[in-house]
Each structure stands twice: as C-alpha cells, then as structure tokens.
T-cell receptor, first 109, second 116 residues
Framework: QKEVEQNSGPLSVPEGAIASLNCTYS??????FFWYRQYSGKSPELIMS????GDKEDGRFTAQLNKASQYVSLLIRDSQPSDSATYLC?????????FGAGTRLTVKP | GAVVSQHPSRVICKSGTSVKIECRSL??????MFWYRQFPKKSLMLMAT?????????EQGVEKDKFLINHASLTLSTLTVTSAHPEDSSFYIC????????????FGEGSRLTVL
C-alpha cells in the first residue's frame, strides 16, 4: 500500500463546476496535510494546509480532513480553465513529508 | 508564502560535464532543504535531504557520488550533477521547510537539465 494515494485521473469537470480531489494516507499518526498545485513544466505551489479534522476554506478552495478515515480532500468551487493542473496531496509526520503521485484536473470551458 | 529561489532554470550541457544547481531560501532560514527529481508526467521523486553543516541524507538508489549536495549556509544548498549523461536529463526541484507556519514545504522554480 502506498503511503499517500491519489487517483491519477484525469479528472475532467466543466467550467463553473465543483472539482473534488481525494487523497488517502496510511500513517495514522500523520500530523499535517497539504495540497499543492503543479502546472505542466513548473514546480509545485502550495494551495493550503490543514491540520485539524473538519473543513478549512480559502477562497474557492476547501480542504477537508477526516483523520479517523485517513482521508483528506480538496474542493475547488467555480472551477476555471486556469485550475487545470496536477494536484498533489502531501502528508507530514515528524517533518517527513510524503507526496502522492497527483491527480490531473482538466477544467473544460 | 515563503520564497525559495532556484538557479539556473534551464541548463543544457554536453555529456561528461558537471552542472551545479543552487537553491536559496530568500526570506527565511532553512536548516533542511530537499532535492527532488521529476520526469515528464511522473510524480516527484525525493533524491536527498540536505542538512546545513552536515552530510546530506540520500534516498535509496540515489548515487551519492553522482549527485553531490552541499548545504554550507542556512539559506543555500547546491546540487552538483557530476559527469552528467543523457539519462540524467530531468527536472530538478528543491524545496525548503518554513517552520514559522505549519511547516509547509516551499518549492524553488525548478531546473530543467538537458544533457546532450
């Protein structure tokens, strides 16, 4: 079992829809969780972090964490073509950060 | 967020030469930096952890003598690809952790290496 698992996609949504990206992790004592966005040919950029169970909102993005289910998700509201990218889930435990392979999102105009 | 700068962004070199890539944390001190490698449409692969003032920690399968890492100051780590060959052509990305917040990793812009 991979430490951090993501559906590789591609996930395709129409412009204006909600994109839902999911991530599961195997280490129960993971402490903090991050979502990164990576455009083709570019390096990852941090979207948001979440450490506590529940939802955390930042603009059009909402991160959701459920530690009991070892599950973290990212919702993108009002998806735009510019959101088309690969989204990486990262899980941190004792300063050891592990990345998922990423989910490729395409937002169609 | 924190700023990590990487240089050069692109480099083309002949087979057999060595290439040095620099990674700087511009607005915070980083005792630890990380070096990744990424092939097209593949996931990030951690190569090594760079520790200020001590030896780097390499991931399994990464050649220490091939990929030399130096972390001489709290804001600078360098990766030298020695005697580069075409199979070393890849996208190399550094990152540093900013402990002022939630311990997020911030990435440099990446360096695309092409070995002819």
């Amino acid at each position: 079992q991979k430490e951090v698992e993501q559906n590789s996609g591609p996930l395709s949504v129409p412009e204006g829809a909600i994109a839902s990206l999911n991530c599961t992790y195997s280490d129960r004592v993971s402490q903090s969780f991050f979502w990164y966005r990576q455009y083709s040919g570019k390096s990852p950029e941090l979207i948001m972090s979440i450490c506590s169970n529940g939802d955390k909102e930042d603009g059009r993005f909402t991160a959701q964490l459920n530690k009991a289910s070892q599950y973290v998700s990212l919702l993108i509201r009002d998806s735009q073509p510019s959101d088309s990218a690969t989204y990486l889930c990262a899980v941190n435990r004792n300063n050891d950060m592990r990345f998922g392979a990423g989910t490729r999102l395409t937002v169609k105009p | 967020g924190a700023v990590v700068s990487q240089h050069p962004s692109r480099v083309i070199c002949k087979s057999g030469t060595s290439v040095k890539i620099e990674c700087r944390s511009l607005d915070f001190q980083a005792t630890t930096m990380f070096w990744y490698r990424q092939f097209p449409k593949k996931s990030l692969m951690l190569m090594a952890t760079s520790n200020e003032g001590s030896k780097a920690t390499y991931e399994q399968g990464v050649e220490k003598d091939k990929f030399l890492i130096n972390h001489a100051s709290l804001t600078l780590s360098t990766l030298t690809v020695t005697s580069a060959h075409p199979e070393d052509s890849s996208f190399y990305i550094c990152s540093a952790r900013d402990y002022r917040g939630a311990g997020e990793l911030f990435f440099g812009e990446g360096s695309r290496l092409t070995v002819l």
